[in-house]
């Protein structure tokens, strides 16, 4: 079985940082990925507000992300993590049928797109229905295409179509966006985006793929069908935290609660990036996260300081 200092699960921002901190701070440092290194942020089409950076693509400011960390000497291992566990002071995860084990970990294992649960939303998964303007965008050039959702993901996403589709519904259960007020102006001042304020999708319909959107206006309690053969879904995000029931402590929606230094409640264990409780999930954030959260596994395994 293999050891390490620290194992870092999850190499999007937060886990991406937290690896090049404790390799500058000489750890023997595994960061695990069950997919692309970058998390959400490598498939952001643009980012405008990372500090000192201005705008630049997702994929390139992630993948700069991972080669400083690979300088400074953290491994990075791929697979999908299929358990963590906590046993006698020291902390051991399972990929790919094999176990290794470490005494810190940082668990950075992100978010997910969370799930309107409405009829045709699973049986059309990939076929219409899609959580990635930037993945299946540029399968809708010169049609039409709706967006769910009103935070700043739903209308950057909007935004982003219009380089492909021909129109973007937006539709939105309330009468105002929940996203910062620049982004609701660039969307109102869209000559190509249609909002629908007041909407809400009820189901999906179609045959082999999407062929229409069937929408209740919650103001005059009529329904409508909007033929699209797409539609993308972004109405918030859920912890992917599944593994760590039991292992450490978590909230009703099931984040993880940290202190300042990023510790939970189980010595040796950290959270650090969108798993975590916390008020803002930004690209910036989680980079803070991560290296506060290195710079504590350090004082921990070293000092053995908690």
């Known amino acids: 079985m293999e050891a390490y200092d620290l194992i870092v699960v999850g190499a999007g921002p937060a ?37 000192g950076v201005g705008l630049i693509s997702g994929p390139e400011l992630t993948q700069r992300m991972l080669e400083q960390m690979n300088e400074f000497g953290a491994e990075l291992a791929t697979g999908e993590v299929t358990g963590i566990d906590a046993r006698d002071g020291e902390f051991f995860v399972v990929a790919g049928g094999e176990e290794r084990r470490s005494r810190a970990l940082i668990a950075a294992m992100g978010t997910r797109y969370r799930r309107l649960g409405v009829p045709g939303e699973n049986e059309f998964a990939g076929r219409g229905v899609s959580y990635c303007a930037t993945c299946d965008g540029p399968f809708y050039k010169e049609q039409e295409v709706a967006v769910v959702g009103g935070g700043d993901s739903a209308l950057q996403e909007a935004l982003f179509l219009t380089r492909f589709a021909s129109k973007v519904y937006l539709i939105h259960r309330r009468d105002e966006f929940r996203a910062v007020p620049v982004l609701g102006e660039r969307v109102r001042a869209h000559d190509s985006i ?113």
């Open 15 to 51: 886990g991406l940082a937290a690896g090049l901190y404790a390799g500058r701070s000489r750890l023997n440092t595994l960061v695990m990925e069950s997919m692309m290194p970058g998390g959400q942020a490598a498939v952001t089409d643009a980012l405008e507000n990372y500090p």
């Open 194 to 306: 249609e909002c629908l304020c007041s909407h809400v999708l009820k189901s999906i319909k179609g045959e082999s793929g999407v062929d229409s959107l069937e929408l209740l206006n919650k103001k005059t309690d009529e329904t409508r069908e909007l033929a699209v053969p797409g539609v993308f879904i972004f109405i918030g995000l859920e912890p992917r935290t599944d593994l760590l029931r039991g292992v450490v402590e978590l909230d009703e929606a099931g984040f993880v609660p940290t202190d300042q230094d990023m510790k939970t409640n189980v010595r040796g264990l950290l959270a650090a990036g969108d798993c975590r409780v916390k008020a803002l999930r930004q690209v910036s954030t989680a980079v803070g996260d991560g290296a506060t959260a290195a710079f504590t596994a350090y004082r921990y395994v070293e000092e053995g300081e908690w």
